[in-house]
């Protein structure tokens, strides 16, 4: 009966002792005895994996014969102490009709004889195995082989074994309890070669790799801005599967320690591979956030006379933020960008900014080109009434949209004043009443423009004056161009960015 027990450092290192329990009965010494005491301390180099099943284990063992192993055991009542063995594994799934395999290949010295007083001396141990299963997890049948060459001279003989092939079956109850058979017989004649037959029967108190708590994967694919992401693709290993609404899939009942890969794919976005993920015991969740498949953008900017011009891009409106870009010396840029509507702004500090808008599907390349004319207003000057407004009214003249147009990218294109007041001024032609309203309606009517234009709401108020502050002093009822007007002024802005309207 072998006494063994075993248990992990980590998910690569284990430790394990064990010896074998004799009895004798008959004549002399009869009794029970225990063999030589073995701890082995196996370091799992490269777990086997789904997509290739090969694994590789480093495993020192020292093993030390006890006094009533001499006593019973004279073959193998010297001490033994391996100073490398390595192991290779494959293995497919347990299921029925799969495969794994085994083999190790270790140096071993083996010390003194102490009943024959003779030296042992060192050896390379090879075994190899491979099993199939026939009922899934209950039943597998294969074969085994060993063979321990010495290396060198040998006072003691005994330590040339013959090699030795045996034809076995092994298998596990519902209870717990697994049981080991097999028949054997030497390859060819020599020590050890005679046929023999073995059985065993094992039971652990403590769980195996196999009995662990199993583990459980929970995957959530999210965008960069954390959207889920539905009906994308998710495959674990072999299995495949899609997420729903919330994004979200999971795996059930996998096994512990293993790292299984995992890749997501999802239309419109960049899929991602994670060769090995390490799962726990338990609920164990992977966050794969995707980012979006690109297209580009490519921006052209020319002068009146068609000569490239430097300046800036503005990514005003678009599917996600976008930073903004600078136009080289040559007036071109290239951008790669989240497919989608854009609407960009290009300008440069000499003219009046233009904006244009491009949709691109993921892997298209556009191409926006702006061609600059008009100078670049300045938001700080006034507007004339009678080139916005016809006589005595509130209602925008068709040739005042591209002046307020114009006005409009020149503020997108300078956030830094943050909060701007519309003013309506009249001259003095009418009552006071009437021209504060007047002003009012005519404030309101830019500063709603303006807005319609892309400037955000919350940067503009308006306010009428009405004759209350002229441009020029004159007497009561008079009309004058210079007093009927439009003015911007900046109430807040950056700390580096003047406020005044000089």
């Known amino acids: 009966m072998t006494l063994s027990g075993c248990g992990g450092l980590t998910d690569r290192v284990s430790v394990a002792l064990g010896a074998p329990l004799w009895a004798s009965f008959g004549e002399g010494d009869t009794g029970p005895a225990l063999g030589d005491v073995r701890a082995a301390a196996p370091i799992l180099l490269r777990p086997a994996r789904e997509d290739s099943p090969w694994g590789l284990a480093l495993i020192p063992h020292l093993s030390v014969s006890t006094p009533l192993a001499a006593r019973y055991l004279t073959d193998g009542a010297a001490d033994r102490f391996s100073i490398a063995a390595v192991g290779i594994t494959a293995a497919t799934s347990a299921e029925r009709g799969a495969w794994d395999f085994t083999a190790a290949l270790g140096v071993d010295v083996i010390g003194q004889n102490q009943p024959l007083n003779l030296e042992g001396g060192p050896g390379v141990s090879t075994s190899a195995s491979s099993y199939r299963e026939v009922r899934e997890d209950r039943l597998a049948v294969g074969l085994e082989a060993a063979v321990r060459v010495p290396v060198g001279s040998h006072e ?5 074994t013959t090699p030795e092939v045996l034809l076995g079956a092994r298998g596990r109850t519902d209870t717990g309890v697994g049981w080991a058979a097999g028949a054997g017989v030497g390859a060819v004649p020599g020590a050890g070669a005679s046929p023999r037959a073995q059985l065993s029967v094992n039971w652990g108190s403590g769980r195996s790799g196999d009995a662990l708590e199993p583990a459980d994967l929970l995957v959530l694919v999210q965008d960069p801005d954390g959207a889920p992401i539905s009906e994308a693709q998710v495959r674990l290993d072999q299995t495949e599967v899609r997420t729903g609404t919330g994004g979200m899939v999971r795996f059930d009942d996998l096994a512990p320690s293993s790292t299984p890969s995992l890749a997501v794919d999802a239309d419109g976005y960049e899929a991602e591979v994670r060769p090995a ?18 297209g580009s953008v490519r921006v052209l900017a020319f002068d009146q006379r068609g000569e490239p011009v430097d300046g800036r891009v503005r990514f005003l409106d678009g599917p996600r933020d976008h930073p903004t870009e ?3 010396e040559d007036g071109e840029g290239v951008w790669d960008v989240t497919p989608g509507t854009w609407r960009l702004l290009v300008s440069n500090p000499a003219y009046a900014p233009i904006d244009a808008e491009v949709t691109l599907a993921a892997g298209d390349r556009r191409t926006v080109e702006v061609r600059f004319q008009d100078a670049r207003p300045d938001i700080r000057e006034p ?13 925008l003249r068709p040739e005042a949209l591209p002046i307020l147009k114009r006005t409009a990218n020149t503020m997108l294109d300078t956030p830094e004043y943050r909060l701007i007041e519309v003013q309506g001024h009249t001259d003095r032609s009418g009552s006071v009443g009437y021209n504060d309203d007047l002003s009012d309606r005519r404030a309101e009517r830019v500063r709603s423009t303006l807005v319609g234009y892309g400037v955000d709401a919350e940067r503009l108020t308006a306010r009428g004056y009405g004759e209350s502050t002229p441009a020029v002093q004159t007497a009561d009822g008079v009309k004058l161009a210079e007093n009927r007007r439009v003015e911007f002024h900046i109430l807040i802005a950056d700390e580096e960015t003047p406020v005044a309207n000089r």
């Open 156 to 160: 003691a003989r005994w330590t040339e």
């Open 277 to 294: 993920i390490a799962l726990a015991p338990g609920l164990n969740e992977q966050i794969v956030v995707l980012d979006p498949e690109t």
């Open 383 to 395: 507007l004339m009434g009678d080139v916005l407004f016809d006589w005595d009214s509130d209602a």
């Open 326 to 328: 600078a136009l080289g």
